[in-house]
């Protein structure tokens, strides 16, 4: 079984910054991609970054300028850092994975529907 655990997360001022991390354990994987996503109270899930192997990144337009997302593929770790932080950033993140493809497999994991893996979550609140 695969576990993502994220870390992280904590309350700050609007301008500030966090640094999210996320690692899998458990069984050994190879993954196509790996992304976060959050959750505001009262909203749906949506896709914030993702980073596709070799090192490919899609952000979603709010967080485009001011969140950087990293990783290392062979040992399925990704980070993401947040500057500028807003009070609309506020939410829980959720690290995910998407297990291995072919080639020829068009990954573009903007959609969680692609994900595979997915951690429990980590609570990132704004201040204003």
């Known amino acids: 079984q695969v576990q993502l655990v994220e870390s992280g997360g904590g309350l700050v001022q609007a301008g500030d910054s966090l640094r999210l991390s996320c690692a899998a354990s458990?069984?050994?994987?190879?993954?196509?991609?790996m992304g976060w996503f959050r959750q505001a109270p009262g909203k749906e899930r949506e896709f914030v970054a993702a980073i596709t192997w070799p090192g490919y990144t899609n952000y979603a337009d709010s967080v485009k300028g001011r969140f950087t997302i990293s990783g290392d593929s062979a040992e399925n770790t990704v980070y993401l850092q947040m500057n500028s932080l807003k009070p609309e950033d506020t939410a829980v993140y959720f690290c995910?994975?998407?297990?291995?493809?072919?080639?020829?497999?068009?990954?573009?994991?903007?959609?969680?529907?692609?994900?595979?893996?997915w951690g429990q979550g980590t609570q990132v609140t704004v201040s204003s």
């Open positions: 995910a994975a998407v297990g291995f493809r072919p080639a020829m497999v068009i990954v573009t994991a903007t959609s969680s529907n692609e994900y595979d893996y």
């Open positions: 458990g069984r050994t994987f190879s993954s196509s991609a």
